[in-house]
């Protein structure tokens, strides 16, 4: 079964600091993973996307890693914002002719405290 | 340019009945996908259109339909309601379907089912 498994389930961290989310997948064919960001009851925002040839992907304070080989996946995130509060999911798209889903983790809840 | 949009926003039915929720796409973008999302858990995949054709199901009961129109909108419709059915519904639109395309989300409809 396809699946994509985050932790930690929640953190809290203090504004200023860095912090570093993972995600495992077992998703066969893979064809790209994606990071986003989803503030509480909105639909979520796209933060990096990175093909298997891919190990790392910036946009601005996020930074994501792939390792295609053991199936990993971190984002991390620099000086973290108050605005940082929010759950971000690991989503990895399954490749296959006629199929282009794609699979989420349950998401890491990320609370930055002052 | 206005994102994806969705209606309506909130939408509180019966056990039994039948509800409509409609989504319309970037424009430009002829591909539309559609989520569930229940509370604190990733959104899972029900449907994907591409050029008014179904190009992906999700492992969704036969009471989840959807279509799309010839100016790319779509709506999802849920027969019979129960009370499983309560969660976020995400629409998402991309310019083109492919192994690596952009998916860019609604704020969704958020139903309860009482």
């Known amino acids: 079964k396809n699946q994509v498994e985050q932790s930690p389930q929640s953190l809290i961290i203090l504004e200023g600091k860095n912090c570093t989310l993972q995600?495992?997948?077992?998703?066969?064919?893979?064809?790209?993973l994606r990071w986003y960001k989803q503030d509480t009851g909105r639909g979520p925002v796209s933060l990096t996307i990175m093909t298997f040839s891919e190990n790392t992907k910036s946009n601005g304070r996020y930074t994501a890693t792939l390792d295609a080989d053991t199936k990993q996946s971190s984002l991390h995130i620099t000086a973290s914002q108050l605005s940082d509060s929010a759950s971000y999911i690991c989503?990895?798209?399954?490749?296959?002719?006629?199929?282009?889903?794609?699979?989420f983790g349950k998401g890491t809840k990320l609370s930055v405290i002052p | 340019d206005a994102g994806v949009t969705q209606s309506p926003t909130h939408l509180i039915k019966t056990r039994g009945q039948h509800v409509t929720l409609r989504c319309s796409p970037i424009s430009g973008h002829k591909s539309v996908s559609w989520y569930q999302q229940v509370l604190g858990q990733g959104p899972q995949f029900i449907f994907q259109y591409y050029e008014k054709e179904e190009r992906g199901r999700g492992n969704f009961p036969d009471r989840f339909s959807a279509r799309q129109f010839p100016n790319y909108s779509s709506e999802l419709n849920v027969n019979a309601l129960l009370l499983g059915d309560s969660a976020l519904y995400l629409c998402?639109?991309?310019?083109?379907?492919?192994?690596?395309?952009?998916?860019?989300f609604g704020p969704g409809t958020r139903l309860t089912v009482t």
């Open positions: 989503v990895v798209s399954l490749s296959g002719a006629g199929s282009y889903q794609l699979t």
């Open positions: 998402a639109s991309s310019l083109v379907e492919g192994l690596y395309y952009e998916q860019y």
């Open positions: 995600c495992n997948y077992t998703v066969s064919p893979f064809s790209n």
